[in-house]
Nanobody, 113 residues
Framework: QVRLVESGGGLVQAGGSLRLSCAAS????????MGWYRQAPGKQREMVAI???????NYAESVKGRFTIARDNAKNTVYLQMNSLKPEDTAVYYC???????WGQGTQVTVSS
């Protein structure tokens, strides 16, 4: 079983940056995919970025070139560096592991215009 704990959310002005962290307990290296998802009010949860154990990364079109997902196996942590933030990036951001499946509790990101 994997337990995920996110941190790093907050309030930032448009154009600013934030870095989210997701610390995983358990056997982090064996986790197949780590990812970040987000859910804005009144909208469905959507994939933001995922990174496989082998190093491949995929991003939502809306964040390409602005967000970067990184995985540090030595620290059992996955990061989401978010630059050039926009008001439409406002959402609760969730960390997710796939294989085994687990979700974090979420962290709020609010971008003011």
């Amino acid at each position: 079983q994997v337990r995920l704990v996110e941190s790093g959310g907050g309030l930032v002005q448009a154009g600013g940056s934030l870095r989210l962290s997701c610390a995983a307990s358990g056997s982090f290296f064996s986790i197949n995919i780590m990812g970040w998802y987000r859910q804005a009010p009144g909208k469905q949860r959507e994939m933001v970025a995922i990174r496989t154990r082998g190093g491949s990364a995929n991003y939502a079109e809306s964040v390409k070139g602005r967000f970067t997902i990184a995985r540090d196996n030595a620290k059992n942590t996955v990061y989401l560096q978010m630059n050039s933030l926009k008001p439409e990036d406002t959402a609760v951001y969730y960390c997710r592991s796939i294989g085994p499946e687990s979700w974090g509790q979420g962290t709020q990101v609010t971008v003011s215009s």
